[in-house]
């Protein structure tokens, strides 16, 4: 049963630097969420998709990119790395919107220098 | 818009003794409720969810969630809390529609002999 899988699970970039984080689901879930995650702030939401080929806003779009090509993917992507994105993200995916429970993956740690 | 309140930031408790944290929420209807657990290194793993009907919901790991709506609460409790239980403790509430659910910013909760 792999649920949510989060691709890479560690990361070092240089400032400016660009990458690719990969989100795979296989629960057949139409809604697929990233978060950043850091010490007393809890979860943030970054952006967000309703199902394939949709993507939508969170709390905090600035400085990334998504893309849901297929529905079993969520990219996250980082154009020009910044050492406030060090952070760890967490992928998500769920049946429905706000009515059903989300499907976390493990994250990824990912650093900035 | 919903939200979502976790008054303690930190908690401590002996092995063996009980347990409340605490979570508040806003929203007009009723809400869609859950709590969710990450321990160190991990995603989030949910724990419980309130839809409607009875207002005491057992979740795994002993764990139960009484729904309050003249308080507005859904507070997480255990009677009898063990070192694993160790982690962080998320609440967060949701709506009908696409709209994601809201995260509260966490309760740590630190177990000591």
């Known amino acids: 049963n792999a649920g949510v899988t989060q691709t890479p699970k560690f990361r070092v970039l240089k400032t400016g630097q660009s990458m690719t984080l990969l989100c795979a689901q296989d629960?057949?879930?139409?809604?697929m969420y990233w978060y950043r995650q850091d010490p007393g702030m809890g979860l943030r939401l970054i952006h967000y998709?309703?199902?394939?080929?949709?993507?939508a806003k969170g709390e905090v779009p600035d400085g990334y990119n998504v893309s849901r090509l297929k529905k079993q993917n969520f990219l996250l992507g980082l154009e020009s790395a910044a050492p406030s994105q060090t952070s760890v993200y967490f992928c998500?995916?769920?049946?429905?919107?706000?009515?059903?429970?989300?499907?976390f993956g493990d994250g990824t740690r990912l650093s900035i220098l | 818009a919903q939200s979502v309140t976790q008054p303690d930031i930190h908690i401590t408790v002996s092995e063996g003794a009980s347990l409340e944290l605490r979570c508040n929420y806003s929203?007009?209807?009723?809400?869609?409720l859950f709590w969710y657990v990450q321990s160190p290194g991990q995603g989030l793993q949910l724990l419980l969810k309130?839809?409607?009907?009875?207002?005491l919901v057992q979740g795994i790991k002993g764990f139960e969630a009484e729904f309050k709506r003249s308080q507005s609460s859904f507070n997480l409790r255990k009677p009898s809390v063990h070192w694993s239980d160790a982690a962080e403790y998320f609440c967060?509430?949701?709506?009908?529609?696409?709209?994601?659910?809201?995260f509260g910013k966490g309760t740590r909760l630190s177990v000591i002999a």
């Open positions: 998500a995916s769920s049946t429905q919107g706000g009515n059903q429970p989300q499907h």
């Open positions: 629960m057949n879930h139409e809604y």
């Open positions: 998709s309703v199902g394939e080929g949709t993507t």
């Open positions: 929203y007009g209807a009723t809400p869609y």
């Open positions: 309130y839809f409607s009907g009875d207002t």
């Open positions: 967060a509430v949701g709506a009908t529609g696409n709209t994601p659910l809201v």
